[in-house]
Nanobody
């Protein structure tokens, strides 16, 4: 079983920055795509950014130019640097990972979420 633990959320004023981290642990043979999703109250969960095992990235349009996703394969970590934050970025942010476990079976795991609140 693979566990994901996020950290780094908090409250900031508009224009501020936060850096989210996500650590993957457990029986991991290979981590493929890692991504960040978010869910605001009353809204569906949406993809914010994703990064492949060879560091190709993809972003939600509203995140382009403000957010940067990166990963450290040696540490099984993924990060989301968020700059120029806006009140509409307020949400619970979830880490997601797709890979192969030590049992050689594919997995998709979610973290427990971390709250990001941006005030105007």
């Amino acid at each position: 079983q693979v566990q994901l633990v996020e950290s780094g959320g908090g409250s900031v004023q508009a224009g501020g920055s936060l850096r989210l981290s996500c650590a993957a642990s457990g029986s991991i043979f290979m981590l493929n795509a890692m991504s960040w999703y978010r869910q605001a109250p009353g809204k569906q969960r949406e993809l914010v950014a994703e990064i492949t095992s060879d560091s190709n990235t993809n972003y939600k349009d509203s995140a382009k130019g403000r957010f940067t996703i990166s990963r450290d394969n040696a540490k099984n970590m993924v990060y989301l640097q968020m700059n120029s934050l806006k009140p509409e970025d307020t949400a619970v942010y979830y880490c997601n990972a797709i890979g192969v476990g030590g049992n050689k079976l594919a997995f998709r795991s979610w973290g427990q979420g971390t709250q990001v609140t941006v005030s105007s």
